[in-house]
């Protein structure tokens, strides 16, 4: 398997895109869940968080952004390859700090208009941003070492 090339990442994007359009936006049903794990295990993941933010899928995307998150502190306790094996990919080398605070700045506009489960939607983007922000600080640090 392994992460979709950029021709498999162009069409599950492009499907995922389909579905939400159709479903609209009132409808909270998952993408189904073999386009949402072949977007979100690899660099497609970046498309995947775009498509949320773009149908306004506030939850899915910030729950996308957690996942990605401790799959990179994962990846920064694994153990370094054998020599000579390429290191397996990690959301961490390009994540996407910009796109991550743009959500974060949604789901706050969002839960000025409204209560409940936007709230704490906002909540855990400030968590997310406030863990991602250590976890770079510690990676630029043991880089500096």
């Known amino acids: 398997d392994g992460p979709l090339d950029a021709g498999g990442r162009r069409l599950y994007t492009l499907v995922a895109d389909e579905v939400l359009r159709r479903r ?19 660099p497609a993941w970046v498309a995947l968080l775009r498509l949320y933010m773009k149908h306004r899928r506030l939850t899915d995307a910030v729950g996308l952004l957690g996942d990605q998150l401790k799959a990179c502190e994962m990846a920064a306790t694994a153990p370094a390859p054998a020599p ?14 910009c796109l991550a605070v743009q959500l974060q700045r949604c789901v706050h506009k969002e839960a000025a208009k409204a209560k409940g489960r936007v709230l704490e939607l906002a909540a855990e983007a400030d ?8 976890f770079m600080a510690d990676a630029e640090q043991a880089a500096m070492c």
Do not use: H, N, T
């Open 24 to 42: 609209g936006a009132d409808d909270d049903r998952p993408l189904p869940r073999f386009l949402a794990r072949r977007l979100a295990e690899g």
């Open 84 to 97: 000579g094996k390429r290191p397996r990919w990690s959301a961490a080398r390009d994540f996407p700090v």
């Open 127 to 134: 968590r997310i941003l406030a863990q991602l922000q250590r």
